[in-house]
Every structure is written in structure tokens, then in C-alpha cells.
């Protein structure tokens, strides 16, 4: 049975998390960042997919300042939509319309930006437009890419992928505090995963890899080694036989992860644990 990349990180951070929910079907209690964070989903999604029109719209030369404007223009119209879309999910965590879109709208102003950047370069130092531009631009990127491997029984959706010639940069996008060096643990296993996925795929290189810090504006960078694959694949197999074993792992050493965790409400009240695990046996 394949699993999600998303599972790989939820068990490093706690077996008994996963197991609750995954086994005995707890649902989290929707939280205020996994809320913005979808709405950011949904606007990346609509970027990507928009892009092609976007750049084929170009026919003459911008100033960089009105192509930004574009860009801004049209990412401000979804981050609105996507917000009216999700109103019902914002009041569950008591949140406003106007409110979201203030804590959204700094990151997707950001991604317009750079990207408004790197077509405005792409023009300056190859002078094509229109379809000729869309045909040559490099990168493209493309987002929400759904995948999957027979190899590493993995499926998942990568967040954006950057496309060159000669290979592939996938990059997640995470919100929540960095580290103060390099990646998150669940971060780091779910990039490389997705990034052996992509090679197996598309059958060329992918070396290198990045996750997105997007409230510290940080983009960190990880090196692909043929080690990290045999690591994935081992973690593969135990959250399996934790799936097919229905015994209830124990609580997690550190105790600090409790406190952000969406499933402690359950996961400490031991008669609701004890009726779920005897709905399963
Ligand atoms: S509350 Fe703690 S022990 Fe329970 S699932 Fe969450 S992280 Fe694990």
C-alpha cells in the first residue's frame, strides 16, 4: 500500500500521532496556520497554472514596474477568491476575511515580485515575447505536481518544481518557524523524498532540493546523496507494519511537540482511545 510523503513527517515528529490518525481516524481540531496555509495552497496553484498566459501575454517590452503590477494585480483578484472560498473554515478558527488576507497577502506579493524579476531578466537578456518567450523561458515552474512511485510505495503533491534543462528543483513551502539552521527534520525527508520521486519520474539528476521558510522569507537548500533513498525506503516499511500492526504506539519522548499538537485532545483522554482501539480489534 502506497502512503503519503505527508505521513513520513508526521511519524518522525510522533508514531502515535500518525497512528491516531490514520488508524483510528482522529481528526485535528483545524488549526488557524494549517487554514492560511491552505488558502496559500490554493493560490500557488492558480499562479502556476496561470503563468502560461501570463508570460505569452507579454508581446513588447515592460518596464519592470508595470509587470509587477501585473502579476500583483492578478494574484490580489485570487488571494480574494480563495479567501471567500475558505470563509466557512476561517470562522471555525475564528479568524476575519480581512484579517487572512492581510497575513496572507505579504507572501503572494513576494512570489510576484520574484517572478515578475525573473521574467523582466529572462526578456532583458534574450529579447523574445509572447509565445517564443513562454517556449524559451527558463525556469519554468510548475506547482501542486502530483506524484508517484512504485519504487518508494510514496504519492504526494509537490508544492512547486522548478524546471531546467538538464533537471529538476523541487521546493516545498512551509510556513512556521525555521530552524535556526538547515531544515526540520519531518521538512528535510519530505523534500528528498519528493526529490528521488521526481528522478525516478522523470529520469534525470535531481541533486538538489529546497524548502521555502516563508514567514522567515528563507529559502534553505539541501544536497540529494544516493544514501537519503535506502533511509526513505526503511521509513517506508515501518510505518507500514505501524498501520497493518493496530497496536498503539506510546506517547512521544518530548513532550514540548504535545503542546503544538492538533490530536492531543484526544490522544490524552484515554477512555476515547481506549473505545477507538476497541473499534479496530
Ligand atoms: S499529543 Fe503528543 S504524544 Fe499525543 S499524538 Fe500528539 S505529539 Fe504524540
Not at 508595470?66 to 478558527?93: D, F, G, S, T, W
Not at 516563508?214 to 533513498?229: A, C, G, Q, S, V
Not at 492538533?262 to 483522554?269: D, P, Q, R, S
Request: charged share 30%.
Amino acid at each position: 500500500m502506497k502512503i503519503s510523503v505527508s505521513m513520513l513527517s508526521t511519524y518522525l515528529y510522533c508514531p502515535r500521532k500518525l497512528f491516531l490518525q490514520k488508524v483510528l481516524q482522529v481528526e485535528e481540531i483545524p488549526k488557524e496556520s494549517l487554514v492560511l496555509g491552505s488558502i496559500r495552497h490554493e493560490v500557488y496553484d492558480f499562479i502556476n497554472k496561470a503563468e502560461e498566459n501570463l508570460v505569452k501575454s507579454i508581446t513588447e517590452k515592460p518596464e519592470y514596474e508595470k509587470l509587477r503590477e501585473i502579476y500583483r494585480q492578478a494574484y490580489a483578484r485570487k488571494v480574494r477568491e480563495a479567501i471567500i472560498r475558505n470563509r466557512a473554515r476561517i470562522r471555525e478558527v475564528n479568524l476575519d476575511i480581512v484579517n487572512v488576507f492581510k497575513r496572507t497577502w505579504p507572501y503572494i506579493t513576494a512570489e510576484a515580485e520574484e517572478r515578475a524579476q525573473n521574467i523582466f531578466n529572462f526578456i532583458k537578456e534574450h529579447n523574445v515575447y509572447g509565445d517564443e518567450l513562454w517556449g524559451k523561458l527558463i525556469p519554468k515552474i510548475i506547482s501542486e505536481l502530483s506524484i508517484e512511485s512504485d519504487t518508494l510505495q510514496l504519492k504526494g503533491i509537490i508544492d512547486k518544481v522548478e524546471i531546467y534543462k538538464e533537471s529538476y528543483i523541487p521546493i516545498e513551502l512551509k510556513t512556521g518557524k525555521a530552524p535556526k539552521e538547515g531544515l526540520w527534520p519531518g521538512h528535510k525527508i519530505q523534500i528528498v523524498a519528493y526529490a528521488l520521486m521526481l528522478e525516478e519520474k522523470y529520469q534525470k539528476p535531481i541533486k538538489e532540493a529546497f524548502v521555502h521558510y516563508l514567514d522567515n522569507k528563507e529559502k534553505r537548500h539541501i544536497t540529494i546523496n544516493p544514501f537519503m533513498k535506502e533511509e526513505i525506503i526503511n521509513l517506508v516499511k515501518e510505518i507500514q507494519e505501524l498501520l497493518e500492526k493496530k497496536s498503539l504506539p506510546n506517547y512521544c519522548e518530548n513532550r514540548n511537540k504535545c503542546v503544538n499538537c492538533g490530536a492531543k485532545e484526544t490522544c490524552y483522554n484515554e477512555q476515547e482511545v481506549d473505545i477507538l482501539m476497541s473499534e479496530i480489534h
